[in-house]
């Protein structure tokens, strides 16, 4: 695969969002969210400290090689009409480079869910890395008991490939995982 063109590292626009790479400012709003125990619970790590927000955003600043397994696009979720302001992310990561395989994932400020953001940003991206960005699959894991993230994954029309039972320990509590899927050919939004 090349590196990510310049029409994806430029901002993708929605009907009421812009997806755009994180610049140092946006810190404290990744921040707010990131340090939030319901929103890493299945995110299969601990809260972001502050300063681990500020390391991967400086990570990050110059942009996304898109070539060797691994490599991700992380973009901050703004709405419209603040686009300072961020209230999620959503990233891409290159799985498998020759098959190209990529896992897409989200999250979203609690203050700003249940108003269909998350799928809207997801479906941007999706339709970027069908498109630009070359990909045959597109895949994401969930623990079973993320419900909305399921049912984002269902609203994107994502097949759920397999549920994985006991395939990791949370603390004392084993965890179970859904893979979902859809391939460039059947994806139409
Ligand atoms: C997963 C996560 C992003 C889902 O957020 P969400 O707000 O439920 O999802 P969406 O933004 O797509 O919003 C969908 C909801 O908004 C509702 N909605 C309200 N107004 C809407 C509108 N104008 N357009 C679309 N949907 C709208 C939908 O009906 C839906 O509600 P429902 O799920 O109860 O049916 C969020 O729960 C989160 O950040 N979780 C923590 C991080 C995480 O676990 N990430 C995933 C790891 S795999």
Not at 24 to 43: E, G, I, M
């Amino acid at each position: 695969m090349t590196a990510v063109p310049p029409g994806v590292r430029a901002p993708v626009v929605t009907e009421r969002l812009v997806l755009r790479l994180f610049t140092p400012d946006d810190v404290d709003d990744r921040y707010a969210y990131q340090r939030l125990p319901d929103v890493a619970r299945f995110l299969y790590r601990p809260p972001l400290t502050r300063e681990g927000c500020a390391e991967s955003i400086a990570a990050r600043a110059g942009g996304t090689p898109w070539q060797a397994d691994g490599d991700a696009l992380l973009l901050a979720v703004c709405r419209a009409q603040e686009p300072g302001v961020v209230i999620g992310e959503v990233v891409l990561t290159l799985a498998n480079a020759r098959a190209r395989q990529a896992e897409i994932g989200w999250v979203l400020h609690p203050r700003h869910a249940g108003h269909g953001y998350a799928t809207e940003a997801a479906r941007a991206l999706a339709s970027a890395a069908f498109g630009r960005l070359g990909v045959h699959r597109l895949f994401a894991r969930l623990d079973v008991l993320n419900t909305a993230s399921v049912r984002v994954c269902e609203r994107l029309g994502m097949r759920r490939e397999a549920h994985l039972v006991d395939n990791d320990l949370d603390g004392d509590r084993w965890g179970s995982e859904y893979v979902y899927a859809v391939l460039a050919r059947e994806w139409t939004s």
